[in-house]
């Protein structure tokens, strides 16, 4: 059981300098285990808030009481598992809008989470007004960043002005389409269609399509070769994923958006934080994420 102060998660670091296990508490008083050398990987279960050592008061706790620096390691390992019930406590990636709080992303980054995709613009004018400060202080954390847009009803070419007049993309930057139930302002699946073929042409790459049971109505069991094409950042908050049969599989899973505790992001009013999980290696994620 995590004790005050820590927060449980599960994964493996792995020692990227010459780091000191030390036993019972995340301080530089406590006596030493042992030495970990560089490249050396260790299973962790907690992130505890310890002594600031250069700035960084982050540190990993390991199943027997041990503590080793953040600083000196990787972040977790993502799990590959499949189902909500063994899925890791802290998420790959977290789906920002300007309600959702943000304290550290700097802790988020140490905890385990490797990427944020924040809501950019609605429509043909609505713009999030936190996007750039977070993006500016995400990418300092060393998290990778992405932008989301909320399609509607209009036009989709100024919809993909206003995404990228305010987005700012560089080729670092994931770009997705928002495709879910929007009552009296409802994006078609031919608006959806020109806004993906209109990212592509003024990108040279495709953007992300999130989507749960909207896509899943309109395709129906047809298999479609243009969405299929796009990487799926599935929405579907139950037990395991199902894909609608235009994909093999889901590139990211939002399995929840309830409750959670994720360290520098409180989430909404309500502790709420849209989780998402990604089902191989930090490395093969950053590679993917902008592609």
């Known amino acids: 059981m995590a004790t005050a102060g820590t927060t449980p998660i599960s994964g493996t670091v792995r020692t990227t300098t010459l780091v000191n296990l030390r036993q019972g508490a995340p301080r530089t008083s406590a006596p030493v285990v042992r030495k970990l050398a560089p490249g050396t990987s260790i299973a962790v279960t907690t992130v505890a808030v310890g002594d600031s050592v250069q700035g960084n008061a982050l540190w990993y706790g390991t199943a027997d009481h041990a503590y080793l620096w953040s600083g000196g390691c990787t972040p977790p390992q993502p799990s590959a598992t499949a189902g909500v019930s063994t899925l890791p406590a802290i998420p790959a990636v977290v789906d920002l809008y300007h309600r959702s709080s943000v304290t550290d992303f ?8 490797l990427g944020i995709i924040h809501k950019a613009t609605t429509g043909t004018t609505g713009r999030d007004e936190l996007y750039d400060d977070r993006r500016t202080a995400a990418t300092q954390a060393g998290l990778l960043w992405g932008a989301y847009h909320w399609g509607t009803a209009l036009p989709p070419a100024v919809q993909v002005e206003n995404l990228l007049a305010w987005a700012k993309p560089d080729d670092r930057t994931l770009i ?5 139930p929007s009552p009296n302002n409802q994006m078609t699946l031919d608006g959806a269609r020109e806004f993906l073929e209109r990212i592509h042409d003024k990108l040279g790459r495709r953007a992300v399509l999130y989507s749960g049971h909207l896509i899943k ?13 796009h990487r799926l950042w599935l929405a579907q908050y139950s037990g395991s994923a199902v894909v609608q049969p235009s994909w093999k599989r889901y590139w990211l899973w939002q399995y929840s958006d309830g409750p959670a505790q994720v360290p520098g992001i409180p989430g909404d009013g309500a502790g709420h934080i849209d989780r998402n999980h990604y089902a191989g290696s930090a490395e093969q994620l950053a590679a993917e994420w902008a592609s």
């Open 217 to 229: 109505e309109q395709l129906g069991s047809q298999v479609d070769p243009f969405f299929g094409a």
């Open 176 to 180: 997705a389409l928002d495709y879910e």
């Open 106 to 113: 700097q802790a988020a980054r140490a905890a385990g989470v």
